[in-house]
């Protein structure tokens, strides 16, 4: 038996005497206690949740509940919020701030404890009166004009975690950054006000004088969405939704209602919120198995489509029938941004960008460049993706969406539901569907694949290891082509261009390989899970008159180079 390190046992009690909440207080004191006994699983849990502070990544703060620092608890929310506050005084004064929560567990005591703390910091702070999903915060801080607002949620994160997202509006950012993520250096600059903090006991929390918002806040988002639909398109089309236990249920039943989409089946078993998520695994689309449910349920009604949510309802995904399988397949998150921008390409102006992050399929620039568009890569995440200039649709290959980006400068499910149900009914109409504009793209463009391999460590240090073998020994061929290799990890000058890469950059711990046949790696840490991320993309050519058979094939060859570039990777980077 060993006890821990004295210096972790002195931080662990330090933090245990400043916590404000009896819970983790106490989980914190039987920790404490237990590894000191010997106990090694003791020893390892705390010395993860005393790692360092919960950092800002590709989407905020995130991670699992409980005590400590590494940790969502009261004590880090607080010294969040704090941070926040004093950042705001410091850039424009008293702010105007909005914060909403999703239906996770401690969500809205966490959202509250924020708007006690931002209200005694001085700042005229305005709270959701419900558990709503993401989009109508990031919708608000634009419509009130809020200088910063807030969401507590995880997302798509497993039932055991939190996490905190940033906007910022009004006088606190540029025009291009209004309702948008924060970026650096705004997050060095908060985590330096946040370490600035003397002690959670001593951060002011008002009892009262915020203002909680009205119902209409919802209703008037609900309404601003509609702008994304024509008026009196088609709208036969059948529905099956589920909303994954999350937050989206009621607010998008009444957006499709609104719209006149009448024919819509919920799931009924995952349409109210609950913070356990007990039909699925992981409360993620993407996810096998997670949308099963959901399929069953088309099946049996006969469904044109499934449209699920995530439970904060800011991504969305699609299932469809596949004449190819003769069954039921969710859209790859790269294909149904090719269908949205497809979509969305009659609300074009000379001045339109279409975005994706780098790691997103290049058949959104290949659409762009018929149609004479101009197109845009930006890093991961859509606090990059949102501010691209005149951005009149962006998207990410992790089923995020931005359709409405005067409305919600972020990805939104719900009014990327309204898009793609519209595009559903509108093909239907004229006997195609949704496979069918795929192949239409596939001849007119090139038929663009991809997948991706994606390795969950335990360790964190696993991640720079993987990371650092890639680097120091690239691959000098796949799938038997010549390879070139671009490093992110110093971003692109203006005038780079080269590799398959963007100029402009800026710098990401990424790798781009890209073979002289156009297939194409990138690898990643990712930005909210302890992954590593391996994007894989195949090109296949295609003949403007292609029959559907001539597709099956080059669908075929593609997912063949899709298998053999998995491999390969897995190879270089030392995992089988």
């Known amino acids: 038996m060993s006890t821990p390190d004295p210096a972790l046992l002195e931080r662990a009690r330090t933090w245990l005497a400043d916590d404000p909440n009896p819970a983790t207080r106490e989980s914190l004191e039987s920790l404490i206690d237990t590894a000191e006994n010997g106990d090694a699983a003791a020893a390892a849990k705390l010395q993860?949740?005393?790692a360092g502070m919960l950092q800002f990544g590709t989407a905020g703060l995130r991670g699992a509940m409980g005590p400590g620092p590494n940790r969502m608890n009261d004590s880090v929310v607080s010294l969040a919020a704090a941070g926040i506050g004093a950042w705001l005084r410091e850039r424009v004064g008293d702010a105007r701030v909005v914060i909403g929560f999703d239906a996770r567990c401690h969500?809205?005591?966490?959202?509250r404890r924020s708007a006690a703390i931002l209200t005694a910091a001085g700042h005229q702070t305005m709270l959701m009166p419900a558990a709503w999903p993401t989009p109508i915060t990031a919708y608000a801080v634009r419509a009130l004009d809020a200088d910063a607002g807030i969401q507590v949620t995880a997302s798509h994160n497993p039932a055991a975690d939190n996490g905190?997202?940033?906007?910022?509006?009004?006088?606190a950012t540029s025009?291009?950054?209004?309702?948008?993520?924060?970026?650096?250096?705004?997050?060095?600059?908060?985590?330096a006000q946040i370490a600035a903090v003397e002690s959670v006991s001593s951060i002011p929390v008002a009892e009262s004088g915020w203002t909680t918002l009205g119902g209409d806040v919802q209703g008037e988002y609900v309404q601003a969405i509609q702008q994304v639909l024509t008026p009196g398109g088609p709208r036969d089309v059948s529905i099956v939704h589920t909303s994954m236990h999350g937050v989206g249920h009621d607010t998008v039943m009444t957006a499709l209602s609104q719209a006149?989409?009448?024919?819509?089946?919920?799931?009924?078993?995952?349409?109210?919120?609950?913070?356990?998520?007990?039909?699925?695994d992981f409360p993620n689309p993407e996810e096998p198995g997670a949308i099963d449910l959901a399929l069953e349920q088309a099946r049996r009604v006969g469904a044109d489509l499934v449209i699920a949510n995530d439970p904060d309802a800011d991504r969305c995904a699609v299932a469809v029938p596949?004449?190819?399988?003769?069954?039921?397949?969710?859209l790859t998150g790269d294909e149904l941004g090719a269908l949205l921008g497809f979509a969305l390409l009659r609300r074009t102006t000379e001045s339109?960008?279409?975005a994706n992050s780098i790691v997103s399929s290049r058949l959104l620039a290949a659409i762009a460049d018929g149609a004479e568009v101009k197109s845009a890569q930006t890093l991961?995440?859509?606090?990059?993706?949102?501010?691209?200039?005149?951005l009149a649709f962006g998207y990410e290959e992790a089923i995020g969406y931005c359709v409405l980006p005067d409305v919600v400068r972020d990805k939104d499910g719900i009014s990327a539901a309204l898009a793609i149900a519209e595009l559903a009914a509108e093909v239907k109409a004229d006997g195609s569907s949704l496979i069918g504009v795929l192949d239409a793209l596939a001849r007119h463009c090139g038929l663009f694949a991809t997948s991706q391999v994606s390795l969950r460590v335990t360790d964190l240090d696993e991640l720079g290891a993987m990371m650092a073998r890639l680097r120091q020994n690239p691959p000098a061929q796949l799938n038997g082509c010549p390879v070139t290799v671009t490093d992110l990890a110093g971003g692109t000058g203006p005038g780079e261009a080269g590799g398959g890469v963007p100029a402009g950059l800026p710098p990401t711990d990424a790798v781009v390989l890209l073979a002289e046949d156009r297939s194409r790696i990138i690898v990643r840490p990712s930005g909210t899970e302890p992954k590593l991320k391996c994007y894989l993309e195949a090109v296949e050519d295609v003949a403007p008159d292609a029959s559907f058979e001539d597709l099956t094939g080059a669908h075929q060859r593609a997912q063949r180079t899709l298998t053999a570039l998995a491999g390969e990777i897995r190879q270089v980077l030392g995992v089988q």
């Open 48 to 50: 993860d949740a005393f």
């Open 380 to 390: 991961t995440g859509f606090k990059w993706i949102a501010r691209t200039e005149d």
């Open 352 to 354: 339109s960008v279409y």
């Open 322 to 330: 596949d004449p190819r399988l003769g069954d039921w397949r969710m």
């Open 164 to 171: 905190y997202k940033v906007y910022l509006g009004g006088r």
């Open 107 to 111: 969500s809205e005591e966490f959202a």
């Open 175 to 191: 025009a291009e950054g209004r309702g948008v993520q924060i970026v650096p250096p705004v997050d060095a600059e908060i985590a």
């Open 260 to 280: 006149g989409f009448l024919t819509v089946h919920a799931v009924g078993a995952q349409a109210d919120p609950d913070p356990d998520f007990p039909t699925v």
